[in-house]
Every structure is written in structure tokens, then in C-alpha cells.
């Protein structure tokens, strides 16, 4: 099993997509990049901590590749927008790829390369690329957030539909039970 751990705006949004994928273990919702030990949601949220809501994706590369999973990731959210995604704004909810190994960041420097080729966006990817620094698991609250809240506001006009996106951009590569 690898890991991987994404940031690209909400951290709802990305658990709620990247869990479908076939070859995904876990999805779990958290924090990483920032200066203090133990943020919580408040503090990450007030963006004073320096902190990227993320999810930390445990997979088997044997099924899905890192490359697979970040194409999954750059599907789902806008890579072009700097501590944005859509109505949510602040470092918090920047797009970033943290590394766990050099094979990773080639991968992620080679695929934004790629992409970038082909001008799938009108702007620049902004997407960060750095080394893995600790993970900080968010409340319990937040894990598993759709599927607890599928009434919530939030969760019907943002979550439900990035999830959606993703089963019908990758339909080959659902999990079993989702196909």
C-alpha cells in the first residue's frame, strides 16, 4: 500500500470523490503544511496555521497508480485557482500534491507538465508540489462528511456533484459496488 495526501479546496469534497475510486483503501480528512502541532478545524480555518484541509489517500498501487489518482484529483477541483476553489478562499483551501517519495514527485511534476501541454485550463496550474509534512487527522466529524450530511446545504450544491463528477469521468475505475 502507498499513501498520498492531496489538497484541492474543501477536504469533503476530495474524500467524497477519491473513495470511489477502485484500489482505494482509505480516505481520511485532515490537515497538513502548517507551523503547529495539532491544528484543529477552527484554527485551520481562520488561516493563521498555514495549514491545507487534505486528505490523506491510502491505496494499492497495484490496482490504481499515483499517476490514475492524481488524474482523479485534477478532475474534481481547479488547479489554476491560487487559496481557492470556487466560494471557498484562503491558503487553507490551496491545491497542493505533498509527496511521500521522489517517484511521487516525479509523477506529480510529469503530470502537470503533461497537462499544462495540453491546455485543459484557460490559466496556469498553481498546484503545489512539495514533500510530505506531518498529517494531522481532522475531527471525526469530518470524515466520511457526505455520507453522514447528504441533506447539508453545502454538501448537496458542492460535494455531491464532485463526487458525481468523478463516477462519471472515471466509471472503469469505480469500486465494484459503485459501477
Not at 8 to 32: D, H, K, N, P
Not at 73 to 100: L, W
Not at 147 to 171: D, G, T
Request: charged share 25%; proline share 6%; with cysteine.
Amino acid at each position: 500500500m502507498e499513501t498520498a495526501i492531496l489538497g484541492g479546496g474543501c477536504f469533503w469534497c476530495l474524500e467524497a470523490a477519491l473513495r470511489q475510486l477502485e484500489g482505494v483503501a482509505s480516505v481520511i480528512s485532515g490537515y497538513s503544511g502548517g507551523h503547529i502541532d495539532h491544528p484543529d478545524y477552527r484554527q485551520v480555518c481562520d488561516g493563521s496555521t498555514g495549514h491545507a484541509e487534505v486528505v490523506q489517500v491510502t491505496f494499492d498501487p497495484d490496482v490504481i497508480d499515483f499517476r490514475t489518482l492524481l488524474e482523479a484529483f485534477f478532475a474534481i477541483h481547479d488547479p489554476t485557482t491560487k487559496n481557492r476553489q470556487g466560494n471557498d478562499v484562503g491558503t487553507q483551501y490551496r491545491s497542493v500534491i505533498f509527496t511521500c517519495s521522489s517517484e511521487q514527485e516525479r509523477t506529480a511534476r510529469d503530470l502537470i507538465a503533461a497537462l499544462e501541454t495540453q491546455r485543459i485550463w484557460p490559466r496556469p496550474i498553481v498546484t503545489e508540489v512539495l514533500p510530505a509534512p506531518a498529517f494531522w487527522r481532522a475531527e471525526d466529524y469530518h470524515q466520511d462528511y457526505l455520507a453522514h450530511n447528504p441533506a447539508q446545504p453545502y454538501c448537496l450544491a458542492v460535494v455531491a456533484p464532485k463526487a458525481a463528477k468523478l463516477r462519471q469521468k472515471f466509471a472503469a475505475r469505480l469500486k465494484r459496488e459503485r459501477r
